[in-house]
């Protein structure tokens, strides 16, 4: 129209423009990569106390695979990261700050007179670690960076192991639980036992729920899977949050099951069942049977998902064929 200028932007303009972005996010990378060599070094006695924990104790055996997975969730959404860095230094002033309270707990634990669990030692040096890290991504990089990567970044966490307390606390809940649900399968079959708490005696056995049948090293993997499997198959927040609040019955009934079964091979087969792999060794077996349940809640809320994102084409469709 006359007496109007179209501005137009060049496409190498454009293309500059691009190019400045995404070398300052190299910069802030390569200088990310920096900061957590040194800060690995800084954390070297926690680290290799940390390897130690995870090969002598069952329980944090998935440790080691913790940052495999988060690199690789990071590496698939890395197209959906922005170009423009833009330090977050409130957030990293907040998580330095958690993360030197954490380090001064860990070098108090050594400074301590009266001994505590290594747990406990290495727990807190690896939760300072997690938290520093934290906070020099939001130093460097920036909360709008961080923001498409937040899971895998959060995922972090599981690093961390979990404090005696922590882990008695769970033992306790579960091993109780179990035994609520173990006298229900048995009042449900109709088998002859008297329970006394946590002691089932049975015709030709006693059995006692003790802690190590607690099963939280199962349950706490399985949820860990049910984390990972939400993030990467679902996209509404209230499904991802019923698949991952679903292992915490689905490990209650796992455990019960797993009480009943030991109990019914016992009366009908022998005693010395008790003895058997399936006790001793039988955790793994039951960890698979469990999956099958939170295979087809998945299989489930995933469907139900895509029908309602279909409906909501198909609406979207109509309003805009619509006259």
Not at 145 to 158: E, G, N, S
Not at 224 to 230: E, F, K, M, V, Y
Not at 261 to 288: E, K, Q
Request: aromatic share 10%; net charge positive.
């Amino acid at each position: 129209m006359k007496g109007e200028e179209k501005q137009r932007v060049s496409p190498s303009s454009v293309a500059d423009s691009v190019a400045i972005s995404y070398a300052t996010l190299s910069k802030r990378l390569r200088l990310f990569a920096v900061f957590a060599a040194l800060l690995c070094l800084a954390f070297i006695v926690p680290l290799i106390g940390l390897v130690r924990l995870s090969i002598t104790q069952a329980l944090h055996s998935h440790i080691p695979l913790i940052p495999v997975i988060s690199a690789y969730l990071i590496w698939l959404k890395r197209r959906e990261i922005p170009l423009n860095p833009t330090g977050s230094p409130a957030l990293a002033a907040v998580l330095f700050a958690i993360g030197l309270v954490a380090l001064n707990a860990y070098i108090a634990t050594g400074l301590a007179g009266t001994p505590r669990p290594v747990t406990d030692s290495v727990a807190a040096g690896i939760f300072a670690f997690v938290c520093f890290l934290w906070g020099g991504a939001l130093l460097l990089l920036g909360a709008s960076v961080l923001k498409p990567i937040a899971f895998p970044v959060a995922f972090l966490i599981f690093m961390v192991p979990m404090p005696t307390f922590v882990v008695e606390t769970i033992e306790v809940f579960l091993q109780h639980a179990s035994a609520e649900a173990a006298a229900l399968i048995f009042w449900i079959t109709g088998s002859t036992v008297f329970r006394d708490g946590l002691v089932f005696q049975l015709p030709g056995i006693t059995i006692q729920v003790a802690e190590e049948c607690s099963g939280i090293r199962s349950t706490y993997v399985l949820f860990i899977t049910s984390l990972l499997a939400g993030h990467l198959l679902l996209h509404s927040s209230w499904r991802r949050a019923l698949l991952a609040l679903f292992v915490i019955p689905l490990g209650i009934l796992r455990n019960g099951f797993r009480v009943y079964t030991i109990g019914w091979l016992c009366v009908h087969i022998s005693p010395t069942m008790i003895d058997s792999p399936i006790h001793r060794r039988g955790g793994p077996l039951f960890f698979v049977l469990s999956l099958i349940p939170l295979f087809l809640l998945l299989v489930w809320l995933y469907r139900a998902e895509r029908r309602g994102a279909e409906r909501q084409a198909s609406k979207g469709a109509g309003a805009d064929s619509a006259p």
